[in-house]
């Protein structure tokens, strides 16, 4: 596993826990404030928990972390000639602004001068 692999899984995994605590802090806070009453509000967010777990994005999530990343870092050879091509017309806009802008600097110090 990559080293930026796992910093990143290890900042998720972080986040992910910092959360948790916060949510089951606020939960005994209104379990304090509210009593037994509090019962059905673990109740909805435990099987919030449960759902979210089994949602599309948890499971990109799992699979993400489950990846080596060797698929994402192929990049095919059309891509980097795609890349040349553009530099090159790019290079090629900067020069016909330059030669534009100079065109334009001369026509105006000719202005100037009559």
């Given at each position: 596993m990559s080293e930026k692999k796992s910093e990143w899984i290890g900042t998720a995994f972080i986040g992910i826990g910092?959360?948790?605590l916060?949510?089951?802090?606020?939960?005994?806070?209104?379990?304090?404030?509210m009593g037994p009453a509090a019962i059905p509000v673990w109740a909805m967010v435990i099987g919030g928990g449960a759902f979210l777990s089994r949602s599309p994005v948890a499971q990109a999530f799992a699979k993400r972390i489950q990846d080596d990343g060797a698929e994402q870092d192929v990049v095919p050879d059309e891509v980097y000639g795609e890349l040349d091509e553009l530099r090159a017309r790019v290079l090629e806009l900067e020069e016909r602004q330059d030669f534009a802008e100079r065109m334009l600097t001369g026509k105006a110090r000719e202005a100037e001068h009559q």
């Open positions: 910092l959360a948790g916060g949510l089951f802090g606020g939960l005994a806070a209104a379990s304090g404030t």
